[in-house]
């Protein structure tokens, strides 16, 4: 019955009409050519082969330098620190891309008509705009838990992995939206010889132009200027804490600290000592000290903050001519005469968009080797983000005479005396 009403709804159709039809769907009308198969468009004609080995050499790159970030991250157990958390969800976040988004982006930009579907039709811009919306927040939430640790290194970190969860089921929220904006027209149901031939539009009925205002400012504007002012406040943080640092002998302190040339307090030094005893953490060399003062390694942590900035920079910039050619095109009139011209300019800005999977994962590496250079990222985080651990060669931020006295106090440099044996010798020497 339903196929009977099909038919009836169908209407024989001339060669004028069938010849507009294919003019407007490839930009050519030949009649001759089949719509269920993909066609080039036909400004991309000629330099196709380019843009295909541009973007499969971005994807080769990107996955292969995301996947040893991702790989080094498990291995040395990074991402136990926040800061590597976030990392690690970026670099999934840019595998995504890699093995998913990329492809159907290249797919789509190179075919003038549209094969894939009504459910691709609806779903696509949402595959595509998750992963970003992703790596935005994350890089929001990164700057600001980076504030909060420069700020009070003994306050909690943000629970990374619960912050990275809510990142990917804020960015499905946000594309929800897309399938109200977007339909699919099979013109099959109206002309037979158009059987299984679909249009992917957006709806005119809707305005969609608002709703990509809503996603450029929340999704862009805000991001980078909340991420803009944390570097910034973290940066003068670590100012801060380099002048106090020189003033107070190479010591930054936090709250419930000492000031550089005075004794710990008797019952700092009695759980320091009762710590010493019965918590070793990372390693036979780790010990963690509950009440001891604990300074930043400026040096390391500006270092930090300079890859930090230019991640988070270079993500902006890459991202910035796609999101201003999304929210123009609705004032563009794109005709026969400009349509290459804007097909080649939104292709270029689709690849510089997607640069950042290959230059971050990049900055990741260079920043570890630089830091094992220096003082080793893999040590300086490597026993995690819940408590602050010092091991003996953190006993360089302290000034000579406090670090002298108090490895005497705590014996780091003897092995441990067995105090029972020793009250046995004294009172056998007393009696």
Known sequence: ????????????????????????????SDVDSDLREPHLRPSLVESYKFVIFAFCLQI?????????????????????????????????????????????????LLVQNWVLGECMCS?????????????????????????????KPYRPRLPAFVCCFGTWLSAMCLVLPYPLYIIYIDLGTYVAELDGVGLCIYNLVDNMEEYMRGIFLTMYVAPMCLVSYFYIRTSQELKNCGNSSSVNGGLRT??????????????????????????????DDTV???????????????????????????????LCPIMVLRLARFALVETYDNSGILDMV????????????????????????????????????????????????????????????????????????????????DGADGS
């Open 1 to 28: 019955m339903a196929q009977k009403s099909k038919e009836a709804g169908q209407a024989p159709i001339d060669d004028r009409t069938l010849e507009i039809i294919h003019e407007y769907i490839l930009g050519v």
């Open 60 to 108: 080769a790159v990107g996955f292969v330098v995301n996947a040893v970030v991702f790989l080094a991250i498990l291995k040395y157990k990074l991402y136990k620190d926040a800061t590597f958390a976030f990392v690690l969800n970026n670099t999934i976040c840019d595998l995504v891309k890699c093995v998913f988004v990329l492809p159907l982006s290249v797919y789509v």
């Open 123 to 151: 779903f696509l811009p949402m595959i595509q705009d998750i992963p970003m919306h992703v790596t935005t927040l994350t890089y929001t939430l990164m700057a600001w838990d980076r504030l909060r640790f420069i700020k």
């Open 254 to 283: 936090s709250t419930g600290g000492h000031i550089s040339g005075h004794r710990p307090l008797r019952r700092e030094i009695k759980n320091a000592n009762a710590s010493l005893n019965s918590h070793r953490d990372c390693d």
């Open 288 to 318: 963690s000290f509950p009440k001891r003062p604990f300074r930043l390694d400026i040096f390391q942590e500006k270092m930090n903050q300079r890859y930090l900035i230019f991640t988070a920079l270079v993500y902006g910039i890459c």
């Open 346 to 425: 939104y292709t270029i800005f689709v690849w510089i968009a997607f640069a950042p999977v290959c230059i971050t994962p990049l900055i990741h590496l260079i920043w570890q080797l630089s830091s094992s250079s220096n003082v080793g990222l893999r040590n300086y985080f490597h026993c995690g983000g819940k408590n602050p651990k010092h091991t003996r060669d953190s006993f360089e931020v302290l000034d000579s005479e406090m670090n002298d006295s108090f490895r005497k106090r705590f014996n780091l440099d003897k092995p441990p005396v067995d105090t029972r044996s020793s009250s046995l010798m």
